[in-house]
């Protein structure tokens, strides 16, 4: 079922929750439960990319307004393309 949603395994996955994790609780997600937070975040945004289902509907899974869902999509992308851009450049 992950895989069907996310397109990625475990391991990655929890790659990508170490390497942008950090810069995820330091927007607006302080919280006693910041991995558990930044997991859900980066779950639910690779979910969204990865399914291709709309905002509202991703949002709808996981019980988020569309507005909070179109913010953390947002704030992932970023968050993406700061932080791996340079591997990126790197490996082409």
């Not at 919280?31 to 945004?45: L, N, P």
């Amino acid at each position: 079922m992950f895989w069907q949603c996310t397109k990625l395994n475990y391991d990655t996955f929890h790659a990508l929750v170490r390497v942008i994790g950090s810069s995820l609780k330091q927007k607006k997600y302080e919280h006693e439960k910041k991995k558990c937070i930044e997991t859900i975040i980066v779950g639910m945004s690779i979910a969204r990319l990865g399914s291709g289902n709309s905002l509202q509907m991703c949002g709808e899974v996981y019980g988020i307004v569309k507005s909070i869902m179109s913010i953390i999509m947002k704030e992932f992308c970023a968050t993406i393309r700061n932080h791996l851009k340079h591997w990126w450049y790197l490996n082409c």
